[in-house]
């Protein structure tokens, strides 16, 4: 590397430690679950992972894993269309289009990749996409390469506020296509996509939806299925996109679900398709075993759900004040990147993991320490984080 980038990269690096924004990375020695083993500080607990349903360490979900890499080997070593498709692929995309209400889907190696390789593909230069204006930057970069590849035009409209949305439909009236594109649960607030409001704009206005439902999927609605459930509309979505790494394993990769004819353009056309290796033979068996595990055990998603409840209203007593929402992501909202980062910093030496969050992954005066919790959680896990954030809070004057 050039002497003056590497430079300049230092300086920039010096500074966010001297503005209390630098992240450091704390290394696991153990399977994600409610209790870790973190190198240098023993046992903690766990409350930033995406490990929703606590499926990361089911031992019959880490042996579907191990019986897929003895099968089917280490690696695709190919893209799909070349020689890296398996049986296993078939059979979790089978399950995943069955499980969250679409006639097919696909697996991609990651969420990111899915929203990447739909927008691009789907859109040209007389097509528009409508994008809400909290969406994760997957969606964000996704119609950002979008407007650079296929000339499509586009439009964001105000976070969940219908009106906005309609005259933004109005807008692109003459468009061939007009497609939104909406997160299912917003990530970092832990609300909630108003699904049915969407669609009914989109039937009005002969527009299709897609749903990125990647903090969704196996958390929402009864059984799991995701914001579709939860909001009434199973099976009235045009395109699911979502993740395989969160409440489903935990392990990697993504998929795009929708029509026969949807899946198998992209699977013609779309460049992430077309040009990466396809999914892990190991993380579609496992990936596969938790969506059965899933609709095998609806009671996990009922604890979820509990244990999200009481942990909101135990914060809420203590006298913190975190964002409202019926989502496992729990927000404490603190201002400044540096006072979350500190609160962070400080809750880690007590023995939870929380992290914080602030700009540029949120805006400016909106950091927080951002609580996901798991129904692998015990009412004790629980309990000792709660003792935590009154001690920390106490420290700052929070509470």
Known sequence: MNAAVNQRLREELDQFK?????????????????????????????LSSNNYLGLSAVPEIIDAGKAAID????????????????????????????FVGTESSLSYVSCWNANEGLCATMLGPDDAVISDALNHASIIDAIRLAKSISKCRAAVYQHSDMS???????EFGDARTRLI?????????????RLADILELARKHDAIVAVDDSHGTGVLGVTGRGTPEHTGVLGEVDIVTSTLGKA?????GGFTASSEALCDYLTQRSRPQLFSNALPCTVAGSALAAVRYVQ???????????NATYFREQLLALGFAPLKGDTPIIPVILGETSKAIQMSDMLLDEGVFVTGFGFPVVPRGEAR????????????????ALEAFKKVGTKLGLV
């Open 296 to 306: 095998e055990h609806p009671e996990r998603v009922q604890a979820l759900r509990d």
């Open 164 to 170: 906005d949305l309609e005259a933004r439909l109005r």
């Open 71 to 98: 099968r089917f080997g280490a690696g695709t070593s190919s893209v799909r269309f070349i020689c890296g498709t398996f049986t296993i692929h078939r059979e979790l995309e089978h399950a995943l289009a069955t």
């Open 369 to 384: 320490v951002r609580c996901q919790i798991s129904a692998g959680h015990t009412r004790d896990d629980l309990d000792e």
């Open 181 to 193: 594109f909406t997160d299912g649960v917003f990530s970092m607030e832990g609300d909630i996509a």
């Open 18 to 46: 001297t503005d209390g924004v630098y992240k450091r990375l704390n290394y696991l020695d153990s399977p994600q679950d409610a209790r870790v083993q973190m190198e240098g500080r023993g046992e903690i607990i766990i």
């Open 248 to 252: 489903l394993g935990g392990a990697a």
